[in-house]
């Protein structure tokens, strides 16, 4: 039975990868930050995997700023693959706690690379870090490939540059199976309540349903390419697979403005999206990424990966989530 390692689990990515893994028969240890209050809504569904004589899936207290924990952490459990997903991964936000950023993102990439060297694991594990689209920001072609040079427009994407180089420099300085998955935006039911595409489908349930007037916005302009996370994380698994370590982007080739995934989001209630939507000046960034849009061809030739879901299908697919949970709510 292989053991995988989940940094950043409790989050989007990291619990969909939970489940793949699982569903492919891994015992599957994932890193949870101590809380007063408890922040594993996105996993409460694996509980079944934590009880028995059966268990497969184990948490351990733990955060990518103690180096210390870390070592001792990866030579209890000396997982096969370690899966780097931690992160403060809002880029608005990061130029609000930048110092932060920088740590956890960056910083904690190299602790747990140096964490695996340490722990004597280097030549046995397989490492995967989650680079970002956000790392080519002022794009310097379209579309954007793993040979674009980087243009990083925030601290949380300079972060991700910063680890993106070191997962490269520990693969060529210590022969480590190390691979990057430039990831460009992928969304889906379990994203973020304050990342946009969330924000957006969120508000029309709400909005639809009489419990909200307006949804305020920022830069309405600027174009992303956007799937489905759940389709994502097994981009991640398939690189761990391959023969050789090697970074790949995993993106759709579509890009879209965000008044395109307000139109897509609200037709899917009957409503015009021009009637609610107003502009929040507090909501821009300092420095604005206009275009992303990736080639994922390397990912479909070496990987056999390509994506399914399109934006529109994404949006209504977080649409009906949000409605769905609100109906819940009424209940409880």
Same mark, same amino acid.
């Given at each position: ?128 870090? +989650? %680079?970002? #689209? ?5 794009? *310097? ?8 040079? !980087?243009? =990083? ?110 139109? +897509? %989001?609200? #037709? ?5 999206? *021009? ?8 909501? !821009?960034? =300092? ?46």
């Amino acid at each position: 039975m292989k053991k995988a390692l989940i940094t950043g689990i409790t989050g989007q990515d990291g619990s969909y990868l939970a489940e793949l893994l699982l569903e492919k028969g891994y015992e599957v240890h994932g890193i949870v930050r101590r809380s007063s209050s408890m922040n594993r809504g996105r996993i409460d569904h694996l509980h079944e995997y934590e009880q028995g004589d059966n268990q497969r899936l184990f948490l351990h207290y733990g955060d990518l700023g103690d180096s210390v924990a870390l070592v001792k952490l990866l030579y209890q459990i000396q997982p096969d693959e370690v899966y780097n997903l931690a992160a403060q991964s809002h880029v608005r936000v990061s130029f609000d706690i930048p110092e932060y950023t920088v740590d956890a993102t960056g910083t904690g990439a190299v602790r747990i690379l140096e964490a695996i060297r340490e722990a004597g694991l280097g030549k046995h594990v397989r490492y995967y870090q +989650a %680079s970002s #689209s956000e790392m080519f920001g002022k794009v *310097q072609e379209v579309p954007q490939t793993e040979r674009t040079p !980087l243009y =990083p427009r925030s601290p949380y994407a300079c972060a991700k540059v910063m680890a993106h180089y070191l997962t490269i420099n520990y693969r060529e300085s210590y022969n480590l199976f190390a691979c990057s998955g430039i990831l460009f935006n992928h969304e889906s039911p379990r994203r973020g309540e304050n990342f946009v595409t969330r924000k957006i489908t969120r508000a029309v349930a709400r909005i639809k349903a009489g419990r909200q007037d307006k949804l305020y916005l920022g830069n309405l302009d600027s174009r992303r390419d956007w799937g489905y996370a759940k389709e994502y994380v097994e981009a991640m698994w398939l690189m761990l697979q391959q023969d050789e370590p090697d970074d790949y982007v995993v993106a759709t080739n579509e890009t879209h403005s965000i008044k395109d995934f307000l139109e +897509a %989001s609200f #037709s899917c209630v009957d409503l015009d999206w *021009q009637d609610f939507v107003e502009f929040d000046q507090r909501l !821009l960034r =300092p420095a604005e990424v206009d275009l992303l849009i990736g080639d994922y061809s390397k990912a479909k030739e070496k990987l056999g990966w390509e994506p399914q879901t399109r934006m529109k299908a994404l949006a209504e697919l977080m649409v009906r989530s949000d409605q769905e949970q609100l109906e819940r709510e009424r209940y409880w």
